[in-house]
């Protein structure tokens, strides 16, 4: 029987139903600590912009900036920054 390759985001979606569901520990953990727990440290990375944005859409506060930060660097876009004059 052939087991089907699952996306980033669908990885995802399962890690972050087994951090609810107590698999990892009790306690409250960052998404950092999750990726790492769960083995998908370099998942963020794998995930393409169409990705992101749906879990951007999804989230708020820090977790949504998270997600816009990754766009903007695989968008390769750089925060406009007011330059000080010294």
Do not use: A, C, W
């Not at 953990?29 to 727990?37: D, N, P, S, V, Y």
Request: glycine letters at 4%.
């Amino acid at each position: 029987m052939e087991q089907q390759v699952k996306t980033p985001l669908q990885r995802y979606s399962e890690m972050m139903t087994n951090y609810r569901s107590g698999k990892y520990g009790n306690k409250h953990l960052t998404l950092h600590q999750i990726l790492e727990i769960s083995g998908n440290d370099n998942l963020l990375n794998e995930m393409n912009i169409e990705e992101l944005s749906y879990l951007r859409d999804k989230s708020f506060g820090i977790t949504k900036s998270i997600f816009q930060e990754l766009i903007n660097q695989k968008n390769k876009i750089i925060p406009n920054i007011k330059k000080r004059r010294i």
